[in-house]
């Protein structure tokens, strides 16, 4: 009984051992020490995402050194023909031409048509390919063509 009552007495000194300037201070201190862990945190997860960029942009870096070394390697129908194929495909079209404008001249320089491979001689630019050059703008004439082109610089 008599150690009981000293564990009280020691236990009832302790509940008063501290003011409210000290409890202040405490729950100050806790809260900077909150802050700095948090911001510890932040920053080993801001060099974790830093590294892992890094890594990134070298493989992106050999990614691209790589293709330009294929383009360097291949000829400009062979990737006219891949860009084309690839788009047929993705875009799962049967239909596409790849056509460059040069010298007022039209070039084919991919054409495919039911899986068919077309090949055509550069020809003069028509009105059409003159709009799409000066309006750098999608055309899209699905009713009223006479009248389309003849608005548009068909003679």
Not at 49 to 60: F, G, I, P, S, V
Not at 111 to 136: C, F, G, V
């Amino acid at each position: 009984m008599l150690v009981r009552a000293a564990v009280l007495k020691a236990e009832s000194s302790r509940l008063n051992a501290f003011n409210q300037d000290d409890l202040r201070l405490f729950v100050a201190i806790a809260a900077e020490l909150g802050v700095a862990l948090e911001n510890a945190r932040l920053f080993n997860e801001t060099v974790r995402l830093l590294a892992e960029t890094e890594q990134r942009n070298a493989e992106l870096g050999v990614i691209n050194s790589v293709q330009e070394g294929l383009v360097r390697e291949m000829d400009l129908d062979a990737i006219y023909s891949l860009v084309g194929n690839r788009i047929c495909e993705v875009l799962n079209t049967q239909t596409l031409i790849i056509r460059t404008f040069n010298n007022g001249e039209e070039n084919w320089e991919f054409a495919i048509e039911n899986d068919e491979r077309l090949y055509s001689e550069p020809r003069p630019l028509i009105w059409a390919n003159k709009h799409l050059i000066k309006t750098k703008k999608p055309m899209l004439i699905n009713e009223n063509y006479l009248d389309f082109a003849r608005k548009h610089g068909d003679q």
